[in-house]
Protein backbone atom coordinates (compact mmCIF):
# COMPACT_ATOMS: atom_id res chain seq x y z
CA UNK A 1 0.00 0.00 0.00
CA UNK A 2 1.35 3.39 -0.77
CA UNK A 3 0.43 6.29 0.95
CA UNK A 4 -0.70 8.38 -2.14
CA UNK A 5 -3.38 5.95 -2.61
CA UNK A 6 -7.19 6.67 -2.15
CA UNK A 7 -8.92 6.39 0.72
CA UNK A 8 -11.17 3.65 0.62
CA UNK A 9 -13.71 5.48 3.01
CA UNK A 10 -15.38 8.17 0.43
CA UNK A 11 -15.92 11.98 1.22
CA UNK A 12 -18.67 12.39 3.99
CA UNK A 13 -21.10 14.92 4.76
CA UNK A 14 -22.01 16.01 8.02
CA UNK A 15 -25.92 17.03 8.52
CA UNK A 16 -26.56 20.38 9.43
CA UNK A 17 -27.63 19.28 13.28
CA UNK A 18 -24.16 17.33 13.45
CA UNK A 19 -22.02 20.57 12.40
CA UNK A 20 -24.01 22.48 14.67
CA UNK A 21 -23.07 20.37 17.57
CA UNK A 22 -19.60 20.04 16.86
CA UNK A 23 -19.46 23.69 16.62
CA UNK A 24 -21.08 23.81 20.35
CA UNK A 25 -18.62 21.18 21.60
CA UNK A 26 -15.70 23.00 19.80
CA UNK A 27 -15.23 26.52 20.50
CA UNK A 28 -12.28 27.62 18.67
CA UNK A 29 -10.33 30.65 19.87
CA UNK A 30 -8.31 33.43 18.11
CA UNK A 31 -4.69 32.18 17.35
CA UNK A 32 -3.23 34.65 19.56
CA UNK A 33 -5.71 33.86 22.35
CA UNK A 34 -4.26 29.92 21.98
CA UNK A 35 -0.93 31.31 22.40
CA UNK A 36 -1.61 33.05 25.44
CA UNK A 37 -3.06 29.90 26.72
CA UNK A 38 -0.68 27.27 26.02
CA UNK A 39 1.77 28.93 29.21
CA UNK A 40 -1.34 27.26 31.14
CA UNK A 41 -1.59 24.19 29.46
CA UNK A 42 0.12 21.01 29.43
CA UNK A 43 3.57 19.44 27.63
CA UNK A 44 3.25 16.01 26.42
CA UNK A 45 4.65 13.17 24.80
CA UNK A 46 2.60 10.51 22.88
CA UNK A 47 5.48 7.74 23.18
CA UNK A 48 3.57 5.04 20.15
CA UNK A 49 4.37 2.43 18.06
CA UNK A 50 2.21 0.23 15.85
CA UNK A 51 1.89 -3.43 13.96
CA UNK A 52 4.47 -5.12 16.45
CA UNK A 53 3.66 -8.64 14.97
CA UNK A 54 5.03 -10.75 17.82
CA UNK A 55 8.32 -9.66 16.46
CA UNK A 56 10.07 -10.06 19.62
CA UNK A 57 13.36 -11.30 18.60
CA UNK A 58 13.52 -8.77 15.77
CA UNK A 59 13.39 -8.75 12.61
CA UNK A 60 16.10 -9.07 9.62
CA UNK A 61 15.89 -7.16 6.19
CA UNK A 62 12.31 -8.80 4.54
CA UNK A 63 11.03 -9.50 7.54
CA UNK A 64 12.48 -12.47 7.96
CA UNK A 65 14.35 -14.19 11.12
CA UNK A 66 17.48 -12.85 12.34
CA UNK A 67 20.34 -14.20 11.82
CA UNK A 68 24.53 -14.04 13.05
CA UNK A 69 24.85 -13.01 9.24
CA UNK A 70 22.28 -10.12 8.81
CA UNK A 71 21.60 -7.15 10.11
CA UNK A 72 18.72 -6.91 12.84
CA UNK A 73 16.64 -4.37 13.72
CA UNK A 74 14.06 -4.00 16.90
CA UNK A 75 13.35 -6.91 19.51
CA UNK A 76 11.10 -6.51 22.30
CA UNK A 77 13.95 -5.70 24.72
CA UNK A 78 15.12 -3.15 22.61
CA UNK A 79 12.45 -1.67 21.77
CA UNK A 80 11.58 -1.76 25.95
CA UNK A 81 14.60 -0.08 26.32
CA UNK A 82 14.08 2.44 24.00
CA UNK A 83 10.54 3.30 25.53
CA UNK A 84 12.17 3.66 28.88
CA UNK A 85 14.76 6.09 27.61
CA UNK A 86 12.13 8.10 25.95
CA UNK A 87 9.45 8.12 28.71
CA UNK A 88 12.13 9.30 30.81
CA UNK A 89 13.37 12.16 28.82
CA UNK A 90 9.98 13.08 28.18
CA UNK A 91 9.67 13.81 32.27
CA UNK A 92 13.17 15.57 32.04
CA UNK A 93 11.75 18.00 29.60
CA UNK A 94 8.83 18.37 31.72
CA UNK A 95 6.69 16.43 29.49
CA UNK A 96 3.73 13.49 30.74
CA UNK A 97 4.18 10.63 28.85
CA UNK A 98 1.76 8.64 27.43
CA UNK A 99 2.50 5.22 25.93
CA UNK A 100 0.31 4.23 23.09
CA UNK A 101 -0.10 0.99 20.71
CA UNK A 102 -2.01 1.65 17.11
CA UNK A 103 -2.37 -2.35 17.46
CA UNK A 104 -1.63 -5.61 15.46
CA UNK A 105 0.38 -7.05 18.18
CA UNK A 106 -0.55 -10.36 17.13
CA UNK A 107 0.51 -12.52 14.62
CA UNK A 108 4.05 -13.04 13.19
CA UNK A 109 6.45 -15.45 14.77
CA UNK A 110 6.37 -18.78 16.51
CA UNK A 111 5.36 -15.96 19.84
CA UNK A 112 2.00 -16.02 19.01
CA UNK A 113 1.70 -18.78 16.72
CA UNK A 114 2.48 -21.54 20.47
CA UNK A 115 1.43 -18.49 23.19
CA UNK A 116 -1.69 -16.95 21.10
CA UNK A 117 -0.94 -12.98 22.33
CA UNK A 118 0.24 -13.93 26.27
CA UNK A 119 4.23 -13.21 25.21
CA UNK A 120 2.49 -10.04 23.77
CA UNK A 121 0.75 -8.86 26.79
CA UNK A 122 3.46 -10.35 28.93
CA UNK A 123 5.61 -7.33 27.18
CA UNK A 124 3.13 -4.62 27.48
CA UNK A 125 2.43 -4.95 31.01
CA UNK A 126 5.81 -4.83 31.69
CA UNK A 127 6.43 -1.48 29.31
CA UNK A 128 3.34 0.34 31.06
CA UNK A 129 1.19 0.49 27.75
CA UNK A 130 -1.33 2.79 28.58
CA UNK A 131 -4.16 2.27 25.81
CA UNK A 132 -3.95 0.30 22.20
CA UNK A 133 -6.31 0.37 19.24
CA UNK A 134 -7.43 -2.98 18.03
CA UNK A 135 -5.69 -4.32 14.76
CA UNK A 136 -7.24 -6.70 12.14
CA UNK A 137 -4.68 -9.04 13.18
CA UNK A 138 -5.90 -9.25 16.83
CA UNK A 139 -9.15 -11.44 15.15
CA UNK A 140 -7.33 -14.23 13.66
CA UNK A 141 -8.20 -16.85 16.15
CA UNK A 142 -11.64 -15.69 16.93
CA UNK A 143 -13.11 -13.80 20.32
CA UNK A 144 -12.31 -16.68 21.90
CA UNK A 145 -8.84 -15.89 21.85
CA UNK A 146 -9.05 -12.10 21.79
CA UNK A 147 -10.97 -12.08 25.27
CA UNK A 148 -8.00 -14.16 26.80
CA UNK A 149 -5.73 -11.50 25.94
CA UNK A 150 -7.81 -8.76 26.87
CA UNK A 151 -8.32 -10.01 30.25
CA UNK A 152 -4.25 -10.40 30.54
CA UNK A 153 -3.51 -6.97 30.11
CA UNK A 154 -4.55 -3.76 32.47
CA UNK A 155 -5.11 -1.46 29.89
CA UNK A 156 -7.84 -0.62 27.58
CA UNK A 157 -8.33 -2.30 23.77
CA UNK A 158 -10.02 0.33 22.14
CA UNK A 159 -12.71 0.44 18.70
CA UNK A 160 -14.94 2.69 18.02
CA UNK A 161 -16.62 1.33 14.98
CA UNK A 162 -16.56 -2.25 16.73
CA UNK A 163 -20.12 -3.56 17.65
CA UNK A 164 -19.59 -6.18 20.38
CA UNK A 165 -22.92 -6.28 21.70
CA UNK A 166 -24.18 -9.67 20.10
CA UNK A 167 -20.55 -11.31 20.90
CA UNK A 168 -20.71 -11.79 25.46
CA UNK A 169 -17.03 -12.53 24.99
CA UNK A 170 -15.98 -9.20 23.96
CA UNK A 171 -19.04 -7.06 25.57
CA UNK A 172 -17.14 -5.80 28.24
CA UNK A 173 -13.78 -6.21 26.72
CA UNK A 174 -13.19 -3.40 24.08
CA UNK A 175 -14.06 0.40 24.95
CA UNK A 176 -14.74 3.06 22.52
CA UNK A 177 -12.34 5.35 23.69
CA UNK A 178 -10.73 6.31 27.29
CA UNK A 179 -9.20 9.21 29.36
CA UNK A 180 -5.66 8.95 29.96
CA UNK A 181 -4.11 10.50 32.70
CA UNK A 182 -0.45 10.97 33.24
CA UNK A 183 1.56 13.42 35.34
CA UNK A 184 -1.26 15.71 35.59
CA UNK A 185 -2.03 15.69 32.08
CA UNK A 186 -5.55 14.34 30.66
CA UNK A 187 -5.80 13.25 26.76
CA UNK A 188 -8.64 11.51 25.51
CA UNK A 189 -8.04 8.41 23.49
CA UNK A 190 -10.12 7.04 20.46
CA UNK A 191 -9.48 3.80 18.90
CA UNK A 192 -10.65 2.62 14.89
CA UNK A 193 -9.94 -0.77 13.55
CA UNK A 194 -10.26 -1.09 9.52
CA UNK A 195 -13.63 -2.51 8.88
CA UNK A 196 -11.94 -4.73 6.22
CA UNK A 197 -11.10 -6.82 9.73
CA UNK A 198 -14.45 -8.51 8.38
CA UNK A 199 -13.64 -10.39 5.50
CA UNK A 200 -9.68 -10.29 6.38
CA UNK A 201 -9.49 -11.86 9.50
CA UNK A 202 -11.44 -14.09 11.47
CA UNK A 203 -13.94 -12.03 14.23
CA UNK A 204 -16.52 -14.15 13.98
CA UNK A 205 -20.11 -13.73 13.27
CA UNK A 206 -21.12 -11.78 16.17
CA UNK A 207 -19.00 -8.99 15.69
CA UNK A 208 -19.86 -6.23 12.77
CA UNK A 209 -17.59 -3.07 11.88
CA UNK A 210 -19.11 -0.18 11.33
CA UNK A 211 -17.93 3.60 9.39
CA UNK A 212 -14.88 4.04 11.15
CA UNK A 213 -15.75 7.98 10.31
CA UNK A 214 -18.80 7.98 11.91
CA UNK A 215 -17.80 6.37 15.40
CA UNK A 216 -14.41 8.80 15.37
CA UNK A 217 -16.95 11.93 15.55
CA UNK A 218 -19.32 10.33 18.02
CA UNK A 219 -16.67 9.19 19.92
CA UNK A 220 -15.18 12.75 19.98
CA UNK A 221 -17.58 14.48 20.96
CA UNK A 222 -18.54 12.11 23.36
CA UNK A 223 -14.97 13.20 24.90
CA UNK A 224 -15.57 17.36 24.10
CA UNK A 225 -18.46 16.93 25.96
CA UNK A 226 -16.84 15.41 29.12
CA UNK A 227 -14.57 18.75 29.45
CA UNK A 228 -11.52 17.19 27.58
CA UNK A 229 -9.91 19.32 25.53
CA UNK A 230 -7.36 17.41 23.64
CA UNK A 231 -8.28 13.98 21.91
CA UNK A 232 -5.79 11.66 19.97
CA UNK A 233 -7.11 8.64 17.75
CA UNK A 234 -5.38 5.54 17.79
CA UNK A 235 -6.12 3.99 13.95
CA UNK A 236 -5.51 0.83 12.63
CA UNK A 237 -6.93 2.49 9.11
CA UNK A 238 -3.92 3.10 6.98
CA UNK A 239 -2.01 6.46 6.25
CA UNK A 240 -4.58 7.11 3.26
CA UNK A 241 -7.51 6.22 5.48
CA UNK A 242 -5.99 8.27 8.56
CA UNK A 243 -5.48 11.23 5.94
CA UNK A 244 -8.88 11.10 5.23
CA UNK A 245 -10.16 10.68 8.71
CA UNK A 246 -8.25 13.57 9.77
CA UNK A 247 -9.55 16.39 7.19
CA UNK A 248 -13.48 14.98 7.48
CA UNK A 249 -13.78 14.60 11.62
CA UNK A 250 -14.11 17.56 13.84
CA UNK A 251 -12.20 17.93 17.03
CA UNK A 252 -9.39 16.00 17.20
CA UNK A 253 -5.90 16.76 17.13
CA UNK A 254 -4.10 14.18 16.46
CA UNK A 255 -3.62 10.55 14.33
CA UNK A 256 -1.21 7.73 15.81
CA UNK A 257 -1.73 5.37 12.97
CA UNK A 258 -1.08 1.74 11.66
CA UNK A 259 -1.93 -1.00 9.59
CA UNK A 260 0.07 0.24 6.56
CA UNK A 261 3.26 -0.16 7.14
CA UNK A 262 4.24 3.06 6.41
CA UNK A 263 7.00 5.31 8.20
CA UNK A 264 6.75 8.89 8.55
CA UNK A 265 9.72 10.38 9.86
CA UNK A 266 12.05 13.18 9.15
CA UNK A 267 15.42 12.13 7.69
CA UNK A 268 15.47 8.25 7.51
CA UNK A 269 15.53 6.49 4.38
CA UNK A 270 12.08 4.39 3.24
CA UNK A 271 10.03 7.39 4.55
CA UNK A 272 7.02 8.34 2.93
CA UNK A 273 6.25 11.92 4.82
CA UNK A 274 7.55 14.36 8.08
CA UNK A 275 6.80 12.89 11.17
CA UNK A 276 4.33 14.20 12.44
CA UNK A 277 2.30 14.93 8.97
CA UNK A 278 0.36 17.74 9.21
CA UNK A 279 -3.59 17.83 7.71
CA UNK A 280 -5.74 20.66 7.63
CA UNK A 281 -8.88 19.38 9.42
CA UNK A 282 -12.26 20.84 9.97
CA UNK A 283 -11.56 23.93 12.28
CA UNK A 284 -7.71 22.69 13.22
CA UNK A 285 -4.63 20.88 11.85
CA UNK A 286 -4.46 17.54 12.76
CA UNK A 287 -0.81 15.70 13.24
CA UNK A 288 -0.26 12.40 11.91
CA UNK A 289 2.12 9.61 12.94
CA UNK A 290 2.94 6.16 12.25
CA UNK A 291 6.26 4.01 12.34
CA UNK A 292 5.84 1.27 10.07
CA UNK A 293 6.10 -2.05 11.42
CA UNK A 294 8.07 -5.05 13.43
CA UNK A 295 8.96 -2.46 16.36
CA UNK A 296 11.89 -1.34 14.16
CA UNK A 297 11.28 2.04 15.64
CA UNK A 298 9.64 4.02 18.15
CA UNK A 299 7.68 7.34 17.71
CA UNK A 300 7.47 10.44 19.84
CA UNK A 301 5.20 12.94 19.13
CA UNK A 302 5.60 16.70 21.22
CA UNK A 303 2.59 18.40 21.69
CA UNK A 304 2.23 21.50 24.32
CA UNK A 305 -1.54 22.60 24.81
CA UNK A 306 -2.95 25.69 25.46
CA UNK A 307 -5.65 25.86 28.70
CA UNK A 308 -8.36 24.43 26.73
CA UNK A 309 -6.74 21.21 25.49
CA UNK A 310 -5.77 22.93 21.76
CA UNK A 311 -2.44 22.34 20.72
CA UNK A 312 -0.47 25.49 20.28
CA UNK A 313 2.44 23.67 19.13
CA UNK A 314 3.89 20.28 18.11
CA UNK A 315 7.40 18.34 17.55
CA UNK A 316 8.39 14.58 16.48
CA UNK A 317 10.57 12.46 15.97
CA UNK A 318 11.47 8.63 15.14
CA UNK A 319 14.16 6.33 16.59
CA UNK A 320 15.43 3.73 14.72
CA UNK A 321 15.90 0.73 17.07
CA UNK A 322 18.87 -1.02 15.87
CA UNK A 323 21.93 -2.96 17.55
CA UNK A 324 22.72 0.18 19.32
CA UNK A 325 19.59 0.46 21.08
CA UNK A 326 20.30 -0.75 25.26
CA UNK A 327 18.04 -3.86 25.93
CA UNK A 328 15.54 -3.39 28.98
CA UNK A 329 16.93 -6.44 31.02
CA UNK A 330 13.29 -7.46 32.72
CA UNK A 331 11.40 -7.33 28.91
CA UNK A 332 14.71 -9.72 27.90
CA UNK A 333 13.94 -12.00 30.63
CA UNK A 334 10.07 -12.38 29.59
CA UNK A 335 11.24 -13.18 25.90
CA UNK A 336 13.82 -15.52 26.85
CA UNK A 337 10.80 -17.45 29.32
CA UNK A 338 8.60 -17.40 26.20
CA UNK A 339 11.41 -18.63 23.83
CA UNK A 340 12.14 -21.36 25.97
CA UNK A 341 9.25 -24.12 24.74
CA UNK A 342 9.85 -22.27 21.04
CA UNK A 343 14.14 -23.01 20.59
CA UNK A 344 14.07 -26.68 19.55
CA UNK A 345 11.09 -26.65 17.24
CA UNK A 346 12.21 -23.78 15.29
CA UNK A 347 16.13 -24.39 14.82
CA UNK A 348 14.97 -27.75 13.26
CA UNK A 349 16.57 -27.37 9.53
CA UNK A 350 14.39 -28.58 6.62
CA UNK A 351 16.73 -28.22 3.81
CA UNK A 352 18.32 -25.29 1.57
CA UNK A 353 17.85 -22.39 -0.52
CA UNK A 354 19.95 -21.84 -3.95
CA UNK A 355 19.22 -18.01 -2.46
CA UNK A 356 16.44 -15.86 -0.51
CA UNK A 357 12.73 -15.66 -1.63
CA UNK A 358 11.71 -12.01 -1.15
CA UNK A 359 8.13 -11.71 -0.48
CA UNK A 360 8.33 -7.91 -1.83
CA UNK A 361 5.78 -8.20 -5.23
CA UNK A 362 3.45 -10.96 -3.96
CA UNK A 363 0.73 -8.42 -3.04
CA UNK A 364 1.22 -7.40 -6.78
CA UNK A 365 2.81 -10.06 -8.90
CA UNK A 366 4.29 -13.18 -9.44
CA UNK A 367 6.84 -13.84 -6.94
CA UNK A 368 9.58 -17.01 -6.58
CA UNK A 369 8.19 -17.31 -2.76
CA UNK A 370 4.62 -17.62 -3.82
CA UNK A 371 5.15 -19.70 -6.69
CA UNK A 372 7.03 -22.36 -4.35
CA UNK A 373 4.40 -22.33 -1.60
CA UNK A 374 1.49 -22.96 -4.06
CA UNK A 375 3.34 -25.58 -6.08
CA UNK A 376 4.05 -27.47 -2.29
CA UNK A 377 0.17 -27.24 -1.89
CA UNK A 378 -0.76 -28.89 -5.12
CA UNK A 379 1.93 -31.23 -4.83
CA UNK A 380 0.84 -32.22 -0.69
CA UNK A 381 -3.52 -32.55 -2.76
CA UNK A 382 -4.00 -35.86 -4.61
CA UNK A 383 -6.38 -34.85 -7.40
CA UNK A 384 -5.91 -31.01 -7.31
CA UNK A 385 -4.98 -29.46 -10.40
CA UNK A 386 -4.81 -26.23 -9.44
CA UNK A 387 -3.12 -23.91 -6.34
CA UNK A 388 -4.94 -20.79 -5.35
CA UNK A 389 -2.98 -19.21 -2.34
CA UNK A 390 -3.27 -15.19 -1.42
CA UNK A 391 -0.28 -12.93 -1.89
CA UNK A 392 -0.85 -11.28 1.99
CA UNK A 393 -0.89 -14.71 3.77
CA UNK A 394 3.10 -14.51 3.21
CA UNK A 395 4.52 -12.34 5.91
CA UNK A 396 8.12 -12.57 5.77
CA UNK A 397 10.98 -13.77 3.24
CA UNK A 398 12.70 -16.95 3.41
CA UNK A 399 16.73 -16.38 3.29
CA UNK A 400 19.24 -18.26 0.99
CA UNK A 401 21.20 -21.31 2.56
CA UNK A 402 19.81 -23.57 5.67
CA UNK A 403 16.49 -23.04 6.18
CA UNK A 404 15.05 -24.07 9.53
CA UNK A 405 11.02 -24.83 10.48
CA UNK A 406 11.76 -21.23 11.75
CA UNK A 407 12.15 -19.59 8.93
CA UNK A 408 9.18 -20.99 7.65
CA UNK A 409 7.44 -19.89 10.45
CA UNK A 410 8.20 -16.70 9.53
CA UNK A 411 6.31 -16.85 6.22
CA UNK A 412 3.28 -18.95 7.30
CA UNK A 413 2.39 -17.38 10.77
CA UNK A 414 -1.14 -17.91 10.47
CA UNK A 415 -1.68 -21.16 11.73
CA UNK A 416 -4.00 -21.67 7.68
CA UNK A 417 -4.68 -25.29 7.36
CA UNK A 418 -5.35 -26.82 3.41
CA UNK A 419 -8.74 -26.34 1.56
CA UNK A 420 -9.93 -28.51 -1.39
CA UNK A 421 -12.95 -27.42 -3.53
CA UNK A 422 -14.30 -28.61 -7.24
CA UNK A 423 -15.56 -25.49 -8.63
CA UNK A 424 -16.67 -24.76 -12.33
CA UNK A 425 -13.80 -22.57 -14.10
CA UNK A 426 -16.39 -19.78 -14.81
CA UNK A 427 -15.76 -18.92 -10.55
CA UNK A 428 -12.86 -19.48 -10.88
CA UNK A 429 -11.93 -16.71 -12.71
CA UNK A 430 -14.52 -14.52 -10.71
CA UNK A 431 -12.21 -15.74 -8.08
CA UNK A 432 -8.76 -14.50 -9.64
CA UNK A 433 -10.67 -11.21 -11.13
CA UNK A 434 -10.98 -10.42 -7.28
CA UNK A 435 -7.69 -11.03 -6.55
CA UNK A 436 -6.74 -8.49 -9.29
CA UNK A 437 -9.08 -6.28 -7.44
CA UNK A 438 -6.97 -4.16 -5.91
CA UNK A 439 -4.54 -3.41 -8.05
CA UNK A 440 -2.62 -1.05 -8.94
CA UNK A 441 -2.19 -0.98 -4.94
CA UNK A 442 -0.61 -3.97 -3.48
CA UNK A 443 -2.88 -6.22 -2.32
CA UNK A 444 -3.16 -9.05 0.15
CA UNK A 445 -5.79 -10.79 -2.00
CA UNK A 446 -3.40 -10.68 -5.09
CA UNK A 447 -3.43 -14.53 -6.39
CA UNK A 448 -0.26 -16.72 -6.17
CA UNK A 449 -0.94 -19.81 -8.32
CA UNK A 450 0.31 -23.33 -9.34
CA UNK A 451 -0.67 -25.29 -12.11
CA UNK A 452 -2.13 -22.41 -13.61
CA UNK A 453 -0.83 -19.20 -16.38
CA UNK A 454 -2.58 -15.75 -16.72
CA UNK A 455 -1.99 -12.54 -17.92
CA UNK A 456 -3.44 -9.66 -16.69
CA UNK A 457 -4.13 -5.53 -17.23
CA UNK A 458 -4.08 -3.84 -14.39
CA UNK A 459 -5.31 -0.30 -16.19
CA UNK A 460 -8.53 -2.53 -17.14
CA UNK A 461 -11.76 -1.87 -14.96
CA UNK A 462 -12.01 -4.23 -11.73
CA UNK A 463 -13.61 -7.40 -13.10
CA UNK A 464 -12.24 -7.35 -16.82
CA UNK A 465 -8.64 -7.38 -15.88
CA UNK A 466 -7.43 -11.28 -16.49
CA UNK A 467 -6.98 -11.75 -20.10
CA UNK A 468 -6.06 -15.55 -21.01
CA UNK A 469 -6.18 -18.28 -18.52
CA UNK A 470 -4.67 -21.23 -19.16
CA UNK A 471 -4.81 -24.67 -16.56
CA UNK A 472 -1.87 -28.04 -18.23
CA UNK A 473 -4.96 -28.91 -19.96
CA UNK A 474 -5.27 -25.97 -22.20
CA UNK A 475 -7.43 -22.54 -22.06
CA UNK A 476 -9.18 -22.39 -18.43
CA UNK A 477 -13.24 -23.99 -19.43
CA UNK A 478 -15.60 -21.93 -17.96
CA UNK A 479 -18.23 -24.63 -17.77
CA UNK A 480 -15.48 -27.42 -16.47
CA UNK A 481 -15.27 -28.39 -13.01
CA UNK A 482 -11.85 -27.87 -11.50
CA UNK A 483 -10.37 -29.10 -8.08
CA UNK A 484 -8.04 -26.69 -6.18
CA UNK A 485 -6.73 -26.68 -3.32
CA UNK A 486 -6.39 -23.11 -1.15
CA UNK A 487 -6.26 -22.75 2.49
CA UNK A 488 -9.07 -22.11 5.19
CA UNK A 489 -8.71 -18.65 5.23
CA UNK A 490 -9.49 -18.07 1.42
CA UNK A 491 -12.13 -21.09 1.59
CA UNK A 492 -14.42 -19.27 4.19
CA UNK A 493 -14.49 -16.35 1.91
CA UNK A 494 -11.99 -14.16 3.44
CA UNK A 495 -9.71 -11.24 0.99
CA UNK A 496 -13.13 -11.13 -0.87
CA UNK A 497 -12.71 -14.67 -2.15
CA UNK A 498 -16.51 -15.53 -1.31
CA UNK A 499 -16.75 -17.28 -4.95
CA UNK A 500 -14.64 -20.52 -3.21
CA UNK A 501 -17.22 -20.78 -0.74
CA UNK A 502 -20.55 -19.91 -1.85
CA UNK A 503 -19.60 -21.76 -5.49
CA UNK A 504 -17.97 -25.05 -4.48
CA UNK A 505 -19.47 -28.05 -5.58
CA UNK A 506 -17.84 -29.84 -3.12
CA UNK A 507 -15.28 -28.73 -0.35
CA UNK A 508 -12.85 -30.35 2.22
CA UNK A 509 -11.61 -27.62 4.93
CA UNK A 510 -9.39 -29.56 7.50
CA UNK A 511 -6.44 -30.29 5.37
CA UNK A 512 -2.39 -30.25 7.20
CA UNK A 513 -1.35 -26.89 7.96
CA UNK A 514 0.40 -24.28 5.42
CA UNK A 515 3.72 -24.28 7.28
CA UNK A 516 3.68 -27.86 7.67
CA UNK A 517 3.16 -28.73 4.04
CA UNK A 518 5.72 -26.15 3.24
CA UNK A 519 8.38 -27.17 5.34
CA UNK A 520 7.94 -30.82 4.30
CA UNK A 521 7.83 -29.87 0.86
CA UNK A 522 11.04 -28.27 1.27
CA UNK A 523 12.57 -31.36 3.16
CA UNK A 524 11.41 -34.03 0.44
CA UNK A 525 13.64 -31.50 -2.46
CA UNK A 526 16.73 -30.70 -0.11
CA UNK A 527 17.13 -27.94 -1.89
CA UNK A 528 14.56 -25.30 -3.50
CA UNK A 529 15.89 -22.61 -5.95
CA UNK A 530 13.96 -19.43 -6.14
CA UNK A 531 12.82 -19.26 -10.09
CA UNK A 532 10.35 -16.86 -11.65
CA UNK A 533 8.32 -18.85 -14.71
CA UNK A 534 6.62 -16.22 -16.47
CA UNK A 535 2.96 -17.92 -14.34
CA UNK A 536 1.69 -14.23 -14.15
CA UNK A 537 2.37 -11.72 -16.35
CA UNK A 538 0.89 -8.46 -17.38
CA UNK A 539 -0.73 -8.11 -20.32
Not at 46 to 52: E, G, P, S, T, V
Not at 128 to 137: E, I, K, P, V
Not at 150 to 173: G, I, K, M, Q, Y
Amino acid sequence: MRHEAASPFPPRRFSRRGLLRAAAALPLAAPALRRAHAAEGARIALIHMNDFHSKHEGVAEGGSVCRADAPCAGGAARLAGAIGEAMAAARAEGRAPFLLDAGDQFMGSLYYTHHRGLAEAAVQRAVGTMAMALGNHEFDNGPENLARYAAAVPFPLLSANLHTAEEPLLRDRVQAFTVLESDGARIGVVGLTTPDTAGSSSPGPRLRFTDPLEAADRAAFALRRQGVGTVVVLSHLGLPADRHLAAEVEGIDAVIGGHSHLLLANGLAGAVGPSPLLVAGKGRDVRIATVACHGRYLGRMDLDLGADGQVAAHGGSVRPIGAGVAEDPAVAAIVAEYARPLGELRRKPVGLAAGPFPDAGCREGECALGSLIAEAALARSPGAEIALLNGGGLRASLPGGVLTFGDVLAVLPFGNTLATLTIRGGALREALENGLSGLPVPRGRFPQVAGLRFTFDPAASPGQRLREVRTADGPLDPDRAYRVVTNNFMRAGSDGYGVLRDAALEAYDDGPPLEEVLADHIAARGRVAPVLDGRIARD
